[in-house]
């Protein structure tokens, strides 16, 4: 069995109380065989796993054990009381100072694959990551012989602050896919000239490349900490079930997920259980987490096979009768190009009344490069494994524009960076419908604390699947529900990291039945977005 596949031994442990020791500390590593200074838990990247059942009360301390710099740990996903939810700035929480400790108790009230992470600067890119995973009370309906943590996650031998700076000085810094004037001839026989300079006027106003699907380059893509040569290995007996709980810990790369030769049953996204689907593969934004069941027949080995969505490489992990074998390594796939249509249709309209929409190009995000026939997940394959508490009716909107200047590397939300004077307000138990508009020609994948959303997926009200964290694509549009049952200040943002700490965040905040929060108590630090950047 891969060591990461295995869950750190509780520190103490009884029937009610599971308690954990995470200490945070700055510490040469050598993961891709240079030694690099990164930020390690309990000496390692990725952390510990950490395994709680239902019910259990959760107790971590956390030691930070830097000498210059303050953290965090924020549990991505998991249900709990503000101040316990880990974003410096939020919920009276002020993080943990260097030589300091601090102690997270808060109740567990769910189960599923979540993840913990750093909400303090660049450190989650540094290596303050891991995975968390709860046993239900009621036995899962489908029952898997082998259970493995699957963490993605990006690594790069540049510093996180190094990273954002050059992303500063040119927002295309990492870009070295360009379009050519071999490509601008081939738009000008494809759609003829007048067409094609139309085009590239347009890509001119966005200040942005149609290959930018990624604004860093230059990673190393890990599974469960280990390079592709170093293949971490999953094992099975063959005719076994495998359950592999897949976790996007990555900074700034979403991945096009497969295995080639096996099948993947669908049974939860986002730690929440949906009905079970099939697919050949699934696209994995930043902070999703997908459980999976495969079932292998053959006594050889399969590649899971995690291709960045920049087609700059995998992160290749084995799944394995037996120690030393590896799988075929897939065929790296074409880069897609972004189109016109991944431009937002609302701004281009309203900038060109009389733009000719019947000759518009497929999106070129949607493009992954599968083979006709193959089966990959799109969120309306999602349905709500049991059904939703509450069906109400929302009784108003909340529109969330994503937007940005890409010419100086500012992202926003509404039109702002993030202010500590701003925010969204609701009132307890609050049912609101959040519409994501998406302005830029970039996805985001966007995260709310605190709450689960109910994605409109085109599922019946009752069966809407719960989510975290959800992809919007560039130039388009998603709606979800909420109901704000959790009293709190709670962080709304881009979940990829160099936009959240460019201003792509906002307070959503959800006040105590009959009481509006003071401005003291619902105003967020400045540090809390990581705002010192800009």
């Known amino acids: 069995m891969g060591l990461w596949g295995l869950a750190l031994m509780p520190a103490t442990a009884t029937a009610e109380t599971r308690e954990y020791t995470l200490t945070i500390d700055r510490q040469d590593v050598t993961i891709t065989g240079e030694k690099l200074s990164k930020i390690t838990v309990n000496g390692t990247i990725p952390g510990p796993v950490l395994r709680f059942s239902e019910g259990d009360d959760?107790?971590?301390?956390?030691?930070?054990?830097?000498k210059r710099e303050a953290t965090s740990v924020h549990w991505h996903g998991v249900l709990l009381p503000g101040l316990m939810d880990g974003a410096p700035g939020f919920n009276g929480f002020e993080g943990i100072k260097p030589g300091e400790s601090f102690t997270y108790r808060f109740p567990i009230r769910q189960s599923g694959t979540y993840w913990y992470h750093a909400h303090t600067m660049g450190q989650e890119q540094e290596g303050l990551y891991a995975g968390i995973v709860i046993d239900p009370k009621i036995p899962e309906p489908i029952k898997a012989d082998r259970d493995y943590v699957v963490l993605l996650s990006d690594f790069n031998r540049e510093t996180a602050d190094q990273i954002l700076g050059n992303l500063k000085k040119s927002s295309d810094y990492y870009q070295y896919n360009r379009r050519t004037v071999g490509d601008f001839f081939k738009d000008v026989r494809t759609h003829g000239l007048k067409k094609a300079l139309k085009t590239s006027g347009e890509w001119g106003k966005m200040r942005m490349l149609p290959s930018d699907l990624s604004d860093v380059t230059g990673y190393h893509f890990l599974v469960n900490g280990m390079t592709n040569d170093q293949n971490w290995t999953g094992m099975f007996t063959p005719g076994e079930k495998v359950r592999l709980r897949f976790i996007n810990a990555s900074a700034m790369t979403m991945y096009d997920i497969r295995i080639p030769g096996l099948k993947m049953t669908v049974v939860a996204a986002d730690g929440q259980p949906v009905v079970p689907v099939e697919v050949d593969e699934f696209r994995f934004g930043n902070a999703e987490t997908y459980d999976v069941i495969v079932e292998p027949k053959d006594d050889k080995a399969y590649t899971i096979a995690a291709e960045s969505l920049d087609r700059e490489g995998f992160a290749l992990g084995t799944l394995a009768p037996r120690e030393g074998l590896r799988g075929d390594i897939p065929a790296q796939r074409p880069r897609a190009t972004l189109t016109m249509s991944d431009m937002n249709m609302e701004i281009m309209m309203r900038?060109?009344?009389?733009?000719?929409?019947?000759?518009?190009?497929?999106?070129?995000?949607?493009?992954?490069?599968?083979?006709?026939?193959?089966?990959?997940?799109?969120y309306s394959d999602l349905e709500s494994l049991t059904p939703q508490m509450d069906t109400r009716e929302p009784t108003r909107d909340i529109t969330v524009r994503l937007g940005g200047n890409m010419e100086r590397y500012i992202w926003t939300i509404n039109g702002k960076t993030f202010?500590?004077?701003?925010?969204?307000?609701?009132?307890?138990?609050?049912?609101?419908?959040?519409?994501y508009i998406n302005e830029t020609m970039m996805a985001h994948p966007v995260h709310l604390h605190g709450m689960f959303v109910q994605l409109e997926n085109g599922q019946s009200m009752d069966s809407l699947p719960n989510k975290h964290t959800l992809i919007v694509p560039p130039g388009q549009s998603a709606s979800v529900l909420l109901t704000a049952n959790e009293v709190g200040n709670w962080p709304l943002h881009c979940h990829l990291l160099y936009h959240m700490s460019s201003g792509m965040m906002t307070s959503f905040i959800v006040n105590a039945p009959g009481v509006a929060m003071t401005p003291h108590e619902a105003t967020p630090h400045k540090e809390a977005a990581h705002d010192h950047h800009n």
């Open 351 to 378: 900038d060109d009344p009389d733009m000719d929409m019947s000759d518009m190009p497929d999106s070129g995000w949607a493009q992954t490069g599968a083979p006709e026939g193959t089966k990959v997940l799109i």
């Open 58 to 66: 959760a107790v971590i301390h956390v030691k930070n054990a830097m």
């Open 419 to 435: 202010d500590p004077a701003d925010g969204i307000q609701t009132t307890f138990n609050e049912r609101v419908r959040i519409i």
